[in-house]
Structures are given as structure tokens and as C-alpha cells.
């Protein structure tokens, strides 16, 4: 009961503001971008947080594989992107760069709001299940930072320029 009262009293607070900046999440694995569809869950939170999720006129529930190209040319002006990975290192925007040059023709790239989650050191698949309100307000954080402005965040953080 705590976790849904907490989760509706971040919907509640995000509400006050109009702006729903635009979002991407994940990256380029391989030949494929694996983005969530437009009823996952993951979808429904981004849109409680506030934002619009580019791909949320899509019908799927699960991941939805996508080459570079589609994703950039829908995403490539998205205000936000947001990146789960596993690595010993955190990732930055030389090392999202040098994985592959083009994801530097994202806006949410050039003007420095891509955010991660490194879930070697954050429990984010173990934890986020049970606790979606601690997810919500990360995002919610991220899309309205006035809102937010002394939050210590749980999972993601903007990528360090290297």
C-alpha cells in the first residue's frame, strides 16, 4: 500500500507541470535497438513521469526490434534518452560515442541529457519490480529537475563528459 501511495503522490506532484519532454531509451546492441513498446510497462512509466515516449503509439507489451536508422530518424531530436547497461566502468558520452559514432546525432546527446543506469552497481532489475515509485521518481526527476532539485537519485545519473 506504501509503494502505491508513493507512486501516486509522484504522479501528483509531476502534474502541476504541462511540459512532457520527449524520450528514447536503450541502445544499439548489435544490428538492433531493442526499444519498449509503446503498452509495455516501461512505457506507462515513462508517461507517469511525465514524458512522451516516442514509440508509445506502438501495440506491443514486450521489446520491439528496431534498426539505428528508424530510431534516429524518430528519435533523433528526443530531449532525453535514457540507457540501461552492465559494465565494471560507468559509461560517458566518449565511451557511448566510440561504441558507435553516430549516437552522437541525438540531440539528448549533443546537449548532454542522456542518462544511465549501470545495474553492475545499481539492483535495478532485483529492486524496480517491487518498487516502481523509487523508478517513477528517478524518471520524474530527470523530465522536471525543478521539481526535484535536492533528489538524490536511485538508478540513473547523466553520463560524465570524458
Known amino acids: 500500500a506504501q509503494v502505491e501511495r508513493d507512486y501516486l503522490a509522484t504522479c501528483q ?3 502541476v507541470d504541462s511540459m512532457r519532454p520527449s524520450v528514447i531509451t536503450e541502445r544499439r546492441t548489435g544490428s538492433v535497438w531493442y526499444m519498449p513498446g509503446g503498452k509495455s510497462y516501461m512505457a506507462r512509466l515513462l508517461w ?3 514524458a512522451n515516449y516516442l514509440w508509445s503509439d506502438n ?3 514486450g521489446s520491439i526490434p528496431l ?3 528508424s530510431v534516429l530518424e524518430r528519435g533523433q531530436s528526443a530531449d532525453f534518452w535514457l540507457i540501461k547497461y552492465h559494465a565494471e566502468h560507468d559509461m560517458t558520452y566518449r565511451t557511448l560515442a566510440d561504441e558507435f559514432a553516430a549516437n552522437s546525432r541525438f540531440k539528448a546527446f549533443e546537449q548532454g541529457k542522456v542518462y544511465g543506469c549501470n545495474t553492475l552497481y545499481h539492483r535495478y532489475y532485483e529492486e524496480t519490480p517491487f518498487h516502481p515509485e523509487r523508478l517513477l521518481q528517478d524518471l520524474a526527476a530527470i523530465f522536471h529537475p525543478t521539481l526535484y532539485e535536492n533528489y538524490t537519485p536511485y538508478y540513473f545519473s547523466t553520463l560524465a563528459n570524458e
Request: charged share 25%; no cysteine; net charge negative.
Open 67 to 69: 534498426s539505428f536508422e
Open 59 to 61: 501495440e506491443n507489451t
Open 48 to 50: 507517469d513521469a511525465g
Open 13 to 15: 506532484h509531476i502534474a
